[in-house]
Structure formats: structure tokens, C-alpha cells
């Protein structure tokens, strides 16, 4: 039956106040062509079909004690002062070694993502943290900054896919208005790592043995990220369907719940046509260029903030710790934005706009104030990386806004490509010639900065836009079928969706369940490792409405 005929026997139904779980089940036998297999948990549940809100709510925090641990702890590598050792202290060849990390990237992100839709997720991710894991310790035998260069790039390619795979499986287990926190969760650990990492890298630098202390550095962190990838393998839940952690009674509800989504659970067939409705979505390049001009803030953060704390007179070793209170605020920031977003309605657009400011007036201070001025210079290293909160809200908007499980992978991936474009043009702009104030390097990131605020707002009027289009439209609803036919929100979008009430009232759900504190505590103890990755409407948005 084809989708049009679907939609026209839905017409044909008048709506009876709220959905039973045995009429969603009815629906779902009309169509398993579309091979989404959250389909057939449905169709093969014998059990009770309706739930309570405590019920779910105890769901959640299940899922959120599996699975979240391992996706915050399975997050970033720092790069030690290598310079003198490799010669890259001659011209320009530390920020390229920054630099080419992000073209590993670029090359490594669709094949990536394309291996996890064929293939169990956490068996990819596993596999590619091992032979990440593997490379880093091969980084300690590299004695020029040729074979630097090369290693850098290996390391980009091989943790290219790790947050798209992040975003898939958040998209996977949670409801669009629970996806905020969770992805900022285990986002917030670019900083709060950063509390941790200094510690140790500061003992490391201490070894006075047979090599250099950023040796031992790659050494340790390549041996834990190893054993990390056996607990990837064993441990994380890849996804509702296939969770070891849940009875059959919770996988029909973290499945039937996600109806909501409108964008199925796990599909494994490729669809040209969705990567092509993709590249024509001018939604999706508006995130793109965002995501490129935003991340060009980072190369002063990721590569050269213990550089330019040095530059206000304190040694290596010292200005390692004090990256450790960036960290901590970098952190707090990134997981306060994606708490505001889920709590303040339709103002993700907003709070990226004003994370961008942040980052301007950090820069400002770094580039203009003079080098004895340490408060407002410290003050703006410690702020410099407000745009990271910006992110996090902008991976949300994009993954809420994208249905389709292929153009929810391609987008996810294009925009880390963006992602990685930004991060490799940022470390250019900061020469050592320029050193210590960096000037031009920063009037870049204020530049890119201020066009990536104007972009957020560029993106809210698209979807007030299409909203507007969509409500104008005002024909029939295709909930249903949308989530078993695996459509795009392109094709959903001129149909008018449920209201908040209505898509709750397909699984008596609650309209968001507490968040599990108790995830952050893994942070103390993940150091060096890095793989990356975005939220979800505000709680009483509409569902299926575009959101920003």
C-alpha cells in the first residue's frame, strides 16, 4: 500500500479521542516494507499494551543508568605540548598538526556512519576505539613532525564516526523533548574532562625516563581507550530493539514511546532518495555553515589555550592547570545551554545567538587587553568556549528537525563535516609570529562568530516559515505511518501533526521524565579519551512542528 493510500484511509477515520496502544499496533501490520524493525517489536508484543507515567519514567532512568556513562566517558584526547620535541615549534607546523586532524575527520565521517547503519552500531564503534586506542600509542614512535602529521591524520579519520554514532543512539532511545539533556551530557564532557586531564598530564610531564613526557601521555591514554573499547562492545546499548539491559515488557515501551519522533528506530537499508531530498534542504546548510563558523572558535581553545595562558608569563606544566577551571565552566556551560533549551520553549535559536556573544567578548578581551591585565585575560580564556553551548543546542535543532533514518545519518555526518572544516581553518589563523596576543587569529573568530549568531536567527525564520506553510496546508494527519514508513520530514511536512496532547496520548507517557544526575559521575575518571556528539524540543513544543 503506498503512502498517498495510507494517507487517505487515515482521512477517512474520524480521531477518537486518545490512541490504545492495540489501535497503534493495528496500524503497524499495514506496512513492514519499509523495514524499520522497531516495527516488528510492535507487531510481535503479547503483553500488555498500555503504560503509566511512572512506569516510563523508571524506563528512562534505566536507560539513562546504561547508557549515557558509557557515551559520556567515550569523549576526548588532548594534545600535549609536542613542539619543541618534534620541531614544531618552526613556523606554522604546531597548528598544522592541529589542523590536519580535522581532514582525518572530514575523510573518515560518511564511511563511518554509513558502516554503523549496515552494521551493529556497537560493534563499529567498538571496533573503531580499539584501532583508535592502537594508533595512539603508536603516536609515542613518531620522531618528526612528518610522521606526526600522519599519525594526526589517522587519529581524525578513525574518530570521525564516534559522534554521529552518539547522536544516532540518543535519537534512538529518547523522545525529542528528553534528547536536550542527554546530549548535553555527555557533550558537556569537552570540558568537564578537562578538570581531570590537566591532573594527570601534569604528573605524566613529571617522568624524567627514557622519553619525552608526551610520550608516556599517548602511551596511557592509548592503553585505557583499548581496554574502553571492550566495554563499548559488551556493554552499551545499541539500541531498544537489541538492549540486553531490558525485558520484553521495557523494550516494547522505549519502542512504542518513540512514535512521537516521527522518525522510526532503526533501519538498515540505505535510501538514495533521502540523501538527495538532503542536499536540496536549505535547513541543512544553514546548520552546516553554522557548524563551520562556529568551530572556528575552537582551534585557539582546542589546541592553543594552555599556549596562550603560557604567553601571560606561566610555565607549561602551570598553564596545564589552569585549563582545569576552563574546563569546569566550559562544561557548566554546555550542559546549562541544553538545560535551557529543554526548559525555555522555542528558544534554541536564541541561546545559540547568545553563546556566540560570549565567545565574541572572550575574544575581544584575549586579542585587546594588555598582557599584566591577567583577571580579564583569564576571565576570557575561561569564556572563550561559550560557543561549545551554541553546539550542542545547534546538533539538537538539526536531529529534531530530520526525519528519515538515512537523512538522519547524512546530516548528522554533513554536519560534523562542517563541524570539522571550522576546527581545521581555526588553528591556521593562529601563527606563532603572532604570538602572544594572536590578533589576527582572534578578529577571525570574532568575525565568524558574529556571522554564525545571524545565521541562528536566519534559521529560526526558516522554520517559522515552514511551520507557517505547514499550518496553511492544513490537511490530514500521517502520525502513524510516518514512523513506520520511514519518511522524511520533507514528506511529512505538509501534512498537520498531532498537538502535544494528542502525541502523548499515544503511550500515556509523561511529557518528560526526571533526568538521572547520577550519569555525570563517570566524568571524574574519563580522562583522555575523545569521540564526540544534541537535543530535542522544548517540552511543550509541538512534536512534529520544526523547532528552533
Known amino acids: 500500500m503506498s503512502t498517498t493510500e495510507k494517507a487517505q484511509e487515515i482521512q477517512a477515520e474520524e480521531p477518537q479521542g486518545s490512541s490504545t496502544a492495540a489501535e497503534l499496533k493495528r496500524s503497524i501490520t499495514i506496512d513492514t516494507l519499509h523495514n524499520d524493525e522497531a516495527v516488528k517489536v510492535l507487531a510481535n508484543y503479547t503483553g500488555p499494551e498500555t503504560w503509566d507515567q511512572k ?31 618534534l620541531a614544531l615549534e618552526i613556523g606554522n607546523r604546531y597548528s598544522f598538526s592541529a589542523a590536519i586532524f580535522y581532514l582525518g575527520f572530514i575523510a573518515g565521517a560518511y564511511p563511518a556512519v554509513l558502516m554503523a547503519q549496515r552494521f551493529p552500531i556497537e560493534r563499529v564503534a567498538a571496533g573503531i576505539v580499539c584501532v583508535w586506542g592502537v594508533c595512539l600509542m ?46 548535553g551530557a555527555w557533550y558537556c564532557c569537552t570540558g568537564y574532562v578537562s578538570i581531570v586531564a590537566p591532573l594527570i598530564n601534569y604528573g605524566l610531564g613529571h617522568i624524567h625516563g627514557a622519553y619525552s613526557p608526551w610520550r608516556y601521555m599517548y602511551l596511557v591514554a592509548g592503553a585505557i581507550t583499548i581496554i574502553w573499547s571492550a566495554v563499548i562492545l559488551f556493554f552499551m546499548p545499541p539500541d531498544p530493539i537489541r538492549a540486553r539491559c531490558l525485558n520484553e515488557r521495557e523494550r516494547y515501551i522505549a519502542v512504542a514511546r518513540l512514535r512521537v519522533n516521527n522518525s522510526g528506530v532503526r533501519n538498515t537499508h540505505f535510501k538514495k532518495e533521502q540523501v538527495f531530498e538532503l542536499l536540496v534542504d536549505v535547513k541543512f546548510w544553514v546548520v552546516f555553515a553554522m557548524a563551520f563558523l562556529i568551530m572556528i572558535a575552537n582551534g585557539p581553545v582546542s ?36 538545560y535551557a533549551a529543554y526548559k525555555i520553549p522555542k528558544a534554541r535559536a536564541y541561546i ?18 594588555p598582557r599584566d591585565a591577567r583577571g580579564g585575560l583569564l576571565y576570557g580564556v575561561f569564556t572563550l568556549a561559550s560557543f561549545g553551548g551554541g553546539y550542542a543546542v545547534l546538533m539538537g535543532m538539526q536531529i529534531a528537525n530530520t526525519a528519515g533514518y538515512t537523512k538522519r545519518s547524512v546530516s548528522s555526518s554533513g554536519m560534523f563535516v562542517g563541524y570539522c572544516l571550522g576546527n581545521f581553518v581555526g588553528p591556521l589563523l593562529f601563527k606563532r609570529k603572532d604570538a602572544p596576543s594572536y590578533g589576527p587569529g582572534f578578529l577571525g573568530v570574532v568575525v565568524t562568530s558574529a556571522a554564525a549568531a545571524a545565521l541562528a536567527l536566519v534559521y529560526r525564520l526558516l522554520c517559522v516559515y515552514e511551520n507557517k506553510k505547514r499550518d496553511k496546508a492544513g490537511t490530514l494527519e500521517a502520525f502513524e505511518h510516518a514512523y513506520e514508513d520511514d519518511l522524511t520530514d520533507i514528506k511529512v511536512n505538509p501534512i498537520t501533526y498531532p498537538h502535544p496532547s494528542s502525541a502523548a496520548a499515544l503511550s500515556n507517557q509523561p511529557q518528560l521524565p526526571v533526568f538521572h544526575t547520577g550519569i555525570l559521575l563517570p566524568l571524574a575518571l574519563s580522562f583522555p579519551y575523545r569521540t564526540i556528539a544534541c537535543q530535542g524540543t522544548s517540552p511543550d513544543a509541538d512534536m512534529s512542528t520544526i523547532s528552533a
Open 55 to 85: 512506569e516510563e519514567k523508571r524506563l528512562v532512568k534505566h536507560i539513562d543508568r546504561r547508557l549515557l556513562p558509557i557515551l559520556c566517558t567515550t569523549y576526548g584526547i588532548a594534545l600535549f605540548g609536542l613542539r619543541d620535541d
Open 138 to 183: 603508536c603516536s609515542a614512535a613518531c620522531h618528526n613532525y612528518q610522521s606526526f602529521y600522519a599519525q594526526r591524520f589517522f587519529l581524525g579519520f578513525l574518530e570521525s564516526g564516534i559522534s554521529p554514532m552518539c547522536m544516532l543512539v540518543v535519537g534512538q532511545f529518547y523522545k525529542k523533548d528528553e534528547q536536550a539533556l542527554r546530549m
Open 303 to 338: 589546541s592553543f589555550t594552555p599556549i596562550i595562558i603560557a604567553g601571560f608569563g606561566y610555565n607549561t606544566l602551570n598553564s596545564l592547570l589552569l585549563v582545569m577551571p576552563a574546563g569546569a565552566i566550559i562544561g557548566s556551560i554546555e550542559l546549562g545551554a541544553a
Open 352 to 369: 545559540v545567538f547568545v553563546c556566540q556573544l560570549s565567545t565574541i567578548l572572550a575574544s575581544l578581551l584575549l586579542w585587546l587587553l
